[in-house]
């Protein structure tokens, strides 16, 4: 059985002050690993699609790197708006249109 | 463009009831996936449809059940609530197999409580 897990949970960061999140991962068969941003009251917002290690993507502020085991979001120079929960979720070859995530790291930016 | 659109937002029914939650798919799209999110968690599969049959189903009870109408809307029905069933309930939206490549679009939810 797929499964994702998020490091850390929660995450406070100054205004300016990068970090990055973890994802590891357990898969039989990696079809794509997935970011999304969720803000309080509203749906997942898609981020990245990941296929295989190696494998890197950008968007503004933020860069999604995947290994064989994990990825990371790295997030460069954060602005306060950068503030929500970052869900990270797999979905596996095997004919299955499900995405498994995990519970997610809920990252605060400071002004 | 319209986004998933889901309705009601917010539903407070008693244990043993039955509900019914619905979903309009973003515009062009006619997959429609269901997740559940209790609080402090990620969202859990529930099922998915497509061309109006369930095409996959996630560790759900029978108690959860689906529909798609041709027009690619979907309802989600939960009969014999209990109170673990109260949660954030989701609704994705996808072109065909495409979700992998341009990310499954999902409604603002339906936040269920059962009391």
């Known amino acids: 059985e797929d499964q994702v897990t998020q490091s850390p949970e929660a995450l406070r960061l100054q205004e300016g002050e990068s970090s990055s999140l973890n994802c590891s991962y357990t898969v039989s068969g990696l079809r794509g690993l997935f970011w999304y941003r969720q803000d309080p009251g509203k749906g997942p917002e898609f981020l990245f699609t990941?296929?295989?290690a190696g494998e890197e993507k950008e968007k503004e502020r933020l860069k999604a790197t995947l290994t064989k085991k994990e990825s990371f979001l790295h997030i460069t120079a954060p602005k306060p708006e950068d503030s929500a929960t970052y869900l990270c979720a797999v979905q596996d070859h095997f004919g299955n249109e499900k995405l498994t995530f995990g519970t997610g790291t809920r990252l605060t930016i400071i002004p | 463009d319209a986004g998933v659109t889901q309705s009601p937002t917010h539903l407070i029914k008693t244990r043993g009831q039955q509900v019914t939650l619905r979903c309009s798919p973003k515009?062009?799209?006619?997959?429609v996936s269901w997740y559940q999110q209790a609080l402090g968690q990620g969202p859990q599969f529930i099922f998915q449809y497509y061309e109006e049959e369930e095409r996959q189903r996630g560790n759900f009870p029978d108690r959860f059940s689906g529909h798609q109408f041709p027009n690619y809307s979907s309802e989600l029905n939960v009969n014999a609530l209990l109170l673990g069933d109260s949660a954030l309930y989701l609704c994705a939206s996808s072109l065909g197999d495409r979700g992998t490549d341009y990310g499954y679009t999902f409604g603002s939810g339906t936040r269920l409580t059962v009391v």
């Open positions: 515009s062009g799209h006619d997959t």
């Open positions: 990941l296929y295989s």
